[in-house]
């Protein structure tokens, strides 16, 4: 068999190949900067260090929880009950805040956090159960236990928390602060780690995993946990900022906004490559996105209409790459 | 039925380039007889039932069907000619039933698209009955055993009443009573159904059970054919492979005193109890057929499997371990047989390949980039990887240097690896890769003291070639323990569940 030849590109065709496979690595770059601009132009509001301060505490949880399902998705794996986790943990917080104060709301919610995602981590990590079917049974029943607890909506938290949902330090929200804190560690996680480095080799070989010597398993339920307390941290963040937990809104849809913006990060959903970088630039894309255009005074159906749009063009640009890199 | 005349082969040829892969092979095979076509690996077998089936188009030479002379064939006009080939691995529809895998492709539909679901049912019977097996149409495939599962492969040829049947190494997958069933059925077929068939097989035993007229291919051409009642076994092996005097006669290996690795009592859940020992700077062979439980073995010593009954001791310390990161920590390391499925990671890069098993080793939070370089340049270096860059993707390398890649995960000097087991070290591996990885082996054993490999092949070239003292591993039961100056014939023989008579006592 002959040696391969040194990863330089010999034809012109081969090349050009090569060039045009990273173009389409800038496109999604390209297009957050192009959205950008559109909105700076459309708007004065937009372009302000207020606005862009406002996008990330708006959207902290959203943040939280795409970086969790980010890492997730990269071993191979999907949680589609996030959404209704949030408003049950959301719920459980809100009553513990009346009942029994700040301690019990927070530690409530990130014990209901930490066994949701070890049930998913138990039933689908350990008994290997398809996650799909698991997590979106999670994502009906979840829900359903939400407004069971509570009917209708719970408010009026202690000062201690809406102090956390709406205070400033540096010009930036505490839950704006408490999301690049989530950011930066899941950024570190995957590409300084060991851990890390298992999660992609999961998501690209299970059995030649195993071989080596990762636990498999426990990474897996190590992964679901991380994710059902992240919701959870997610929770008491937008429940902080609400000041009331709407059982029956709270969380809904965002398994659809998290996935999407993984999605957009480039991170197949069989898993096994990704960049965090690029998730939260997903994540940065489709909140700048509804941010905008909310200042434009468009209807959000737009935003929605809009975003299933991008990702489908970027599965296909994913596609073509995928070509490209093959042939040449 | 006409009487059909044999499918004939005449001066068939096929080179791949300069290389000669067939030679002038002329074959004749006759209607009800059972045609068993043997050699050793790269003798040409593949290519042979290519060029039948129309996988290969050969390069000079014909094939005669009746009196049709063909030059070769596509697919399809194999399938039209009557000639029907059945591999190791079916393709069978799991979730179907029996008579929708019998009439797959080929489905009886209605003027309005919609199958008849009856008359193939009716029809499958029909072909189930002529082959003697029993089973209910509408049974769902993947419900049955992989005997049956075979016997509906087989079905399905037989419906298209084809005038030649190829099976290629049929029984590999099969239990003890399965393959009695299916030598049963391969007889009925010819004998009763008329059918020409080419077995192609490794097993000596089954070829004595069922065939009518043995062909030995050696270096693409036919060494010769003769009626199954005049050849013993020992013939066979002689022709296949035939004594070679140890090649590697130049290799002077050091015979160390000292233990390293004690097995006591030690069962699997397919292999022993057995007691074994394994010296210091030895090299262990394992050389069993298809079946004889040689990766159950590896894979249990190396955490991967059910833990082992009995005792496994590694340098005074007796292992316990029931991981396999339990057992890289006590120093076993495995390199698993099929590398794309089971050791690389293909989208990763060559850097991320070698160090996957150590990353939770070197660093629970802050990896160092450089020194993972260093590493990766040492050991590409001493493996001779090429190319020797750590950020291609795994699924660059060519075969040998992927396999390379994979032992160098072994090589790299982070948690000491004391016994390193393989399987199948160099399968797909070109012949300078392979010589390479011996010799790294071999080093592996000088370089440090109290190290081991044990290894596990197929391949009697590679155990004679490699190892210090072969085990003979048949069904699960260490039978002998061997030196490699035995020569391959001697060891094939011995590898035989069936009972061989020979001159020599070992």
């Given at each position: 068999?002959?040696?391969?030849?040194?990863?330089?590109?010999?034809?012109?065709?081969?090349?050009?190949?090569?060039?045009?496979?990273?173009?389409?690595?800038?496109?999604?770059?390209?297009?957050?900067?192009?959205?950008?601009a559109f909105f700076a132009v459309n708007t004065s509001a937009f372009l302000t260090f207020d606005n862009f301060?406002?996008?990330?505490?708006?959207?902290?949880?959203?943040?939280?929880?795409?970086?969790?399902?980010?890492?997730?998705?990269?071993?191979?794996?999907?949680?589609?009950?996030?959404?209704?986790?949030?408003?049950?943990?959301?719920?459980?917080?809100?009553?513990?805040?009346?009942?029994?104060?700040?301690?019990?709301?927070?530690?409530?919610?990130?014990?209901?956090?930490?066994?949701?995602?070890?049930?998913?981590?138990?039933?689908?990590?350990?008994?290997?159960?398809?996650?799909?079917?698991?997590?979106?049974?999670?994502?009906?029943?979840?829900?359903?236990?939400?407004?069971?607890?509570?009917?209708?909506?719970?408010?009026?938290?202690?000062?201690?928390?809406?102090?956390?949902?709406?205070?400033?330090?540096?010009?930036?929200?505490?839950?704006?602060?408490?999301?690049?804190?989530?950011?930066?560690?899941?950024?570190v996680i995957i590409s300084t780690t060991a851990f890390g480095k298992h999660i992609l080799a999961i998501g690209?070989?299970?059995?030649?995993?195993?071989?080596?010597?990762?636990?498999?398993?426990?990474?897996?339920?190590?992964?679901?946990?991380?994710?059902?307390?992240?919701?959870?941290?997610?929770?008491?963040?937008?429940?902080?900022?609400?000041?009331?937990?709407?059982?029956?809104?709270?969380?809904?849809?965002?398994?659809?906004?998290?996935?999407?913006?993984?999605?957009?990060?480039?991170?197949?959903?069989?898993?096994?490559?990704?960049?965090?970088?690029?998730?939260?630039?997903?994540?940065?894309?489709?909140?700048?996105?509804?941010?905008?255009?909310?200042?434009?005074?468009?209807?959000?159906?737009?935003?929605?209409?809009?975003?299933?749009?991008?990702?489908?063009?970027?599965?296909?640009?994913?596609?073509?790459?995928?070509?490209?890199?093959?042939?040449? | 039925?006409?009487?059909?005349?044999?499918?004939?082969?005449?001066?068939?040829?096929?080179?791949?380039?300069?290389?000669?892969?067939?030679?002038?092979?002329?074959?004749?095979?006759?209607?009800?007889?059972?045609?068993?076509?043997?050699?050793?690996?790269?003798?040409?077998?593949?290519?042979?039932?290519?060029?039948?089936?129309?996988?290969?188009?050969?390069?000079?030479?014909?094939?005669?069907?009746?009196?049709?002379?063909?030059?070769?064939?596509?697919?399809?006009?194999?399938?039209?000619?009557?000639?029907?080939?059945?591999?190791?691995?079916?393709?069978?529809?799991?979730?179907?039933?029996?008579?929708?895998?019998?009439?797959?492709?080929?489905?009886?539909?209605?003027?309005?698209?919609?199958?008849?679901?009856?008359?193939?049912?009716?029809?499958?019977?029909?072909?189930?009955?002529?082959?003697?097996?029993?089973?209910?149409?509408?049974?769902?495939?993947?419900?049955?055993?992989?005997?049956?599962?075979?016997?509906?492969?087989?079905?399905?040829?037989?419906?298209?009443?084809?005038?030649?049947?190829?099976?290629?190494?049929?029984?590999?997958?099969?239990?003890?009573?399965?393959?009695?069933?299916?030598?049963?059925?391969?007889?009925?077929?010819?004998?009763?159904?008329?059918?020409?068939?080419?077995?192609?097989?490794?097993?000596?035993?089954?070829?004595?059970?069922?065939?009518?007229?043995?062909?030995?291919?050696?270096?693409?051409?036919?060494?010769?054919?003769?009626?199954?009642?005049?050849?013993?076994?020992?013939?066979?092996?002689?022709?296949?492979?035939?004594?070679?005097?140890?090649?590697?006669?130049?290799?002077?290996?050091?015979?160390?005193?000292?233990?390293?690795?004690?097995?006591?009592?030690?069962?699997?859940?397919?292999?022993?109890?057995?007691?074994?020992?394994?010296?210091?700077?030895?090299?262990?062979?394992?050389?069993?057929?298809?079946?004889?439980?040689?990766?159950?073995?590896?894979?249990?010593?190396?955490?991967?499997?059910?833990?082992?009954?009995?005792?496994?001791?590694?340098?005074?310390?007796?292992?316990?371990?029931?991981?396999?990161?339990?057992?890289?920590?006590?120093?076993?390391?495995?390199?698993?047989?099929d590398r794309i499925a089971q050791s690389l990671f293909a989208s990763l890069s060559a850097q991320e390949n070698?160090?996957?098993?150590?990353?939770?080793?070197?660093?629970?939070?802050?990896?160092?980039?450089?020194?993972?370089?260093?590493?990766?340049?040492?050991?590409?270096?001493?493996?001779?990887?090429?190319?020797?860059?750590?950020?291609?993707?795994?699924?660059?390398?060519?075969?040998?240097?992927?396999?390379?890649?994979?032992?160098?995960?072994?090589?790299?000097?982070?948690?000491?690896?004391?016994?390193?087991?393989?399987?199948?070290?160099?399968?797909?591996?070109?012949?300078?890769?392979?010589?390479?990885?011996?010799?790294?082996?071999?080093?592996?054993?000088?370089?440090?003291?109290?190290?081991?490999?044990?290894?596990?092949?197929?391949?009697?070239?590679?155990?004679?070639?490699?190892?210090?003292?072969?085990?003979?591993?048949?069904?699960?039961?260490?039978?002998?323990?061997?030196?490699?100056?035995?020569?391959?014939?001697?060891?094939?023989?011995?590898?035989?569940?069936?009972?061989?008579?020979?001159?020599?006592?070992?």
């Amino acid at each position: 068999m002959t040696p391969m030849a040194r990863g330089v590109a010999r034809t012109p065709s081969r090349l050009f190949r090569k060039i045009l496979v990273s173009a389409i690595g800038f496109v999604m770059p390209l297009a957050t900067l192009v959205l950008m601009a559109f909105f700076a132009v459309n708007t004065s509001a937009f372009l302000t260090f207020d606005n862009f301060v406002a996008i990330v505490s708006q959207n902290a949880a959203v943040i939280i929880i795409t970086a969790a399902c980010a890492m997730l998705l990269m071993a191979g794996y999907v949680d589609l009950s996030v959404g209704s986790l949030m408003g049950l943990v959301g719920v459980v917080a809100g009553l513990l805040f009346l009942k029994g104060g700040v301690i019990a709301g927070i530690s409530g919610a990130l014990v209901v956090g930490f066994g949701w995602g070890l049930m998913n981590g138990v039933l689908i990590g350990i008994f290997e159960l398809s996650p799909i079917v698991v997590t979106l049974g999670g994502l009906a029943a979840a829900r359903g236990i939400a407004l069971a607890l509570a009917p209708k909506a719970v408010y009026g938290f202690p000062d201690f928390i809406v102090e956390l949902g709406s205070g400033k330090f540096l010009g930036l929200a505490y839950i704006g602060w408490i999301a690049l804190a989530f950011a930066t560690a899941s950024i570190v996680i995957i590409s300084t780690t060991a851990f890390g480095k298992h999660i992609l080799a999961i998501g690209v070989n299970q059995r030649a995993s195993f071989l080596v010597g990762i636990r498999v398993k426990r990474t897996i339920l190590t992964l679901y946990i991380l994710t059902g307390l992240a919701v959870a941290v997610g929770a008491i963040l937008i429940v902080a900022r609400l000041d009331s937990a709407p059982s029956g809104t709270l969380g809904v849809g965002m398994e659809i906004t998290v996935l999407t913006a993984i999605l957009l990060g480039g991170v197949p959903f069989t898993g096994g490559r990704g960049s965090m970088w690029r998730v939260l630039l997903g994540v940065w894309f489709l909140t700048v996105l509804r941010n905008g255009l909310a200042l434009m005074n468009v209807g959000a159906e737009f935003t929605n209409i809009i975003s299933g749009t991008v990702l489908v063009v970027a599965a296909g640009l994913e596609v073509l790459q995928m070509h490209l890199r093959q042939r040449a | 039925m006409a009487a059909r005349k044999s499918i004939q082969l005449f001066d068939l040829s096929k080179s791949y380039g300069s290389v000669g892969v067939l030679r002038d092979v002329n074959l004749e095979f006759r209607p009800g007889e059972v045609h068993a076509i043997l050699g050793a690996n790269g003798a040409g077998k593949s290519t042979l039932l290519g060029c039948l089936s129309g996988a290969v188009l050969p390069t000079s030479g014909t094939i005669q069907i009746d009196d049709d002379e063909f030059k070769g064939f596509t697919p399809r006009e194999a399938l039209e000619a009557g000639i029907s080939i059945i591999y190791q691995h079916f393709q069978l529809a799991m979730t179907l039933s029996v008579s929708d895998n019998v009439f797959l492709g080929d489905e009886r539909q209605t003027r309005w698209r919609f199958l008849k679901k009856h008359e193939q049912e009716r029809l499958t019977s029909e072909v189930l009955a002529k082959i003697g097996l029993e089973l209910n149409p509408s049974d769902i495939v993947e419900d049955l055993s992989i005997g049956e599962q075979q016997g509906i492969e087989i079905a399905r040829s037989v419906r298209r009443e084809p005038r030649l049947l190829i099976l290629d190494e049929p029984t590999a997958a099969l239990g003890k009573h399965e393959v009695e069933a299916l030598l049963k059925l391969v007889r009925r077929l010819a004998r009763e159904v008329g059918v020409a068939v080419i077995y192609v097989t490794h097993l000596l035993g089954e070829v004595m059970k069922v065939a009518d007229r043995v062909s030995i291919l050696r270096e693409g051409r036919v060494l010769w054919t003769k009626r199954r009642d005049e050849v013993t076994v020992a013939d066979m092996i002689k022709a296949i492979s035939p004594d070679v005097a140890a090649t590697n006669a130049a290799v002077v290996r050091m015979a160390s005193p000292g233990v390293l690795a004690t097995f006591k009592d030690f069962e699997t859940s397919y292999c022993g109890p057995f007691d074994f020992s394994i010296n210091e700077g030895e090299i262990i062979g394992i050389y069993g057929m298809l079946g004889s439980g040689r990766t159950d073995l590896l894979e249990t010593i190396a955490g991967a499997r059910r833990h082992w009954n009995g005792t496994l001791r590694l340098a005074e310390e007796e292992l316990a371990h029931h991981s396999v990161s339990q057992a890289m920590m006590s120093g076993v390391a495995l390199v698993a047989s099929d590398r794309i499925a089971q050791s690389l990671f293909a989208s990763l890069s060559a850097q991320e390949n070698l160090m996957m098993p150590h990353y939770s080793a070197i660093a629970r939070l802050w990896r160092g980039p450089r020194k993972e370089m260093r590493i990766f340049n040492k050991v590409a270096g001493e493996v001779k990887l090429l190319p020797a860059s750590s950020t291609t993707a795994g699924s660059s390398f060519s075969g040998g240097n992927a396999q390379k890649l994979v032992l160098g995960r072994w090589l790299v000097g982070i948690g000491d690896v004391r016994l390193l087991l393989l399987d199948e070290p160099t399968q797909g591996v070109d012949v300078g890769s392979r010589a390479q990885i011996y010799n790294l082996l071999r080093k592996f054993t000088e370089d440090t003291v109290g190290r081991a490999v044990l290894f596990a092949t197929s391949d009697p070239e590679e155990a004679i070639s490699l190892a210090d003292r072969i085990i003979v591993l048949v069904n699960g039961e260490v039978k002998h323990v061997v030196d490699p100056s035995l020569g391959e014939a001697e060891l094939m023989s011995l590898a035989q569940s069936v009972e061989v008579s020979h001159g020599v006592d070992h």
